[in-house]
T-cell receptor, first 118, second 116 residues
Framework: KAGVTQTPRYLIKTRGQQVTLSCSPI?????VSWYQQTPGQGLQFLFE???????NKGNFPGRFSGRQFSNSRSEMNVSTLELGDSALYLC?????????????????FGPGTRLTVL | AQTVTQSQPEMSVQEAETVTLSCTYD???????LFWYKQPPSRQMILVIR??????QNATENRFSVNFQKAAKSFSLKISDSQLGDAAMYFC?????????????FGQGTTLQVKP
């Protein structure tokens, strides 16, 4: 079974631009979560999508948005890029995204997209 | 709000020796999972081990085991017979089962160096 894939792997943008990152989950997984990883703030949750609906959201400004398609693929968009948005953006997929005893509660991570904002 | 703390930014171990990585967490919830994830340099994050909060027995996966102290809210990872391939950043993570869909809360990570 193919793992989680993310495209592109690397991006360089300038301040003020916008960017779209893509994530393809493992086949059969309906939940996709996005995280931002930086040396200073560590791994922070951005949002989670399930069946094309945003179910959960972290504490990020409205410049960060996302969506999910009917095939569970997800995109996240960052508008009006700032220098502080430079980070590794990880997506993770799981069957349901909702933990329950005895269920499949593992999140599988993609390789990430390294975004550099100049 | 739930928090996860890893107080050891860096650790080192000699090959074939044993090392323990520490993690504490804070939550008012009773139903949750705890995880240890491994992130090798420039490689994908993978799950090392998971612990269900209702289980008193500590989880083990081959050379990896945890010491789960629910009352103390402590969740340490022990790596036995360390190998060069164990060198990575290790993250402790929390997942609450009540309503917090898709959200893992991570500690700051511990970089493990394995010396030959």
């Amino acid at each position: 079974k193919a793992g989680v894939t993310q495209t592109p792997r690397y991006l360089i943008k300038t301040r003020g631009q916008q960017v779209t990152l893509s994530c393809s989950p493992i086949s059969g997984h309906r939940s996709v979560s996005w995280y931002q990883q930086t040396p200073g703030q560590g791994l922070q949750f951005l949002f989670e999508y399930f069946s094309e609906t945003q179910r959960n959201k972290g504490n990020f400004p409205g410049r960060f948005s996302g969506r999910q398609f009917s095939n569970s693929r997800s995109e996240m968009n960052v508008s009006t890029l700032e220098l502080g948005d430079s980070a590794l953006y990880l997506c993770a997929s799981s069957l349901e995204g909702r933990g329950r005893w005895g269920g499949d509660n593992e999140q599988f991570f993609g390789p990430g997209t390294r975004l550099t904002v100049l | 709000a739930q928090t996860v703390t890893q107080s050891q930014p860096e650790m080192s171990v000699q090959e074939a020796e044993t090392v323990t990585l520490s993690c504490t967490y804070d939550t008012s919830e009773s139903d949750y999972y705890l995880f240890w994830y491994k992130q090798p340099p420039s490689r994908q994050m993978i799950l090392v081990i998971r612990q269900e909060a209702y289980k008193q027995q500590n989880a083990t996966e081959n050379r990896f085991s945890v010491n789960f102290q629910k009352a103390a809210k402590s969740f340490s990872l022990k790596i036995s017979d360390s190998q060069l391939g164990d060198a990575a950043m290790y993250f402790c993570a929390y997942w609450g089962l009540r309503g917090n869909t898709g959200k893992l809360i991570f500690g700051q990570g511990t970089t493990l160096q394995v010396k030959p």
